[in-house]
């Protein structure tokens, strides 16, 4: 079936530097793919999509990439701060399904 | 002017209890869904509705009966509650489909004693 491989669970980075979560996706049919930021106790909100045709993606200091050949989308967050940190979640989804495929969530620590 | 609204915010009840979640949205879209997040964070979709009728059903027990009276509520009635149950429930709405945005509820902590 579908499913969205997310890498790494865990991540720590200093103030300033840059973070990279990265995503597989199963279904070549995917054609969008958002990213959502999960606050301790908090809902997930979107912070960041992307369709199949684009490669690339920036909102300020996020961006997201995607290469279709390869099934794999990139966030990308630079010069981070300390209130970057949560749980990222990457997802995939295709017209038609009414289903998003999430992957399992990267803990983002920023350290001051 | 909340987007999606969930109650209650918190629940907490003994096993074999009956329990429901009630979910609202305000931004006119047609699709709902109910996820379920365990304690390791993973969101899990349980169910979707397009326009009040069910179209997703993620293998979940029939001990959860999720209902649609319109297009703008999505209520999540669970039987028989058990341990495993327990978790974070969030409602979600998106305009059409699963090509646009989606957006959450504030979600509903279950715990079953």
């Known amino acids: 079936g579908e499913n969205v491989e997310q890498h790494p669970s865990t991540l720590s980075v200093q103030e300033g530097d840059s973070a990279v979560i990265k995503c597989t996706y199963s279904?070549?049919?995917?054609?969008?793919f958002p990213w959502y930021k999960q606050e301790l106790g908090k809902r997930p909100q979107l912070i960041i999509d992307?369709?199949?045709?684009?490669g690339e993606k920036k909102d300020q200091r996020i961006a997201v990439t995607l290469n279709k050949t390869a099934k794999h989308f990139s966030l990308h967050i630079t010069e981070t701060q300390p209130e970057d940190s949560a749980v990222y979640f990457c997802?995939?989804?295709?017209?038609?399904?009414?289903?998003?495929?999430f992957g399992t969530g990267t803990r983002l620590k920023v350290l001051a | 002017d909340t987007a999606v609204s969930q109650t209650p915010k918190y629940l907490v009840t003994q096993m074999g209890n009956d329990k429901s979640i009630k979910c609202e949205q305000n931004l006119g879209h047609d699709t709902m869904y109910w996820y379920k997040q365990d304690s390791k964070k993973f969101l899990k979709i349980m169910f979707s509705y397009n326009n009040k009728e069910l179209i997703i059903n993620e293998t979940v027990p029939n001990r959860f009966s999720p209902k649609s009276p319109d297009k703008a509520h999505l209520n999540l009635h669970i039987n028989s509650l058990e341990l495993g149950d327990s978790a974070v429930y969030f409602c979600a709405s998106s305009r059409s489909g699963t090509t646009d945005t989606q957006y959450f509820g504030p979600g509903t902590r279950l715990t079953v004693l």
């Open positions: 279904d070549s049919a995917s054609n969008y």
């Open positions: 992307i369709r199949s045709n684009v």
């Open positions: 997802a995939a989804s295709k017209a038609g399904t009414y289903k998003y495929i």
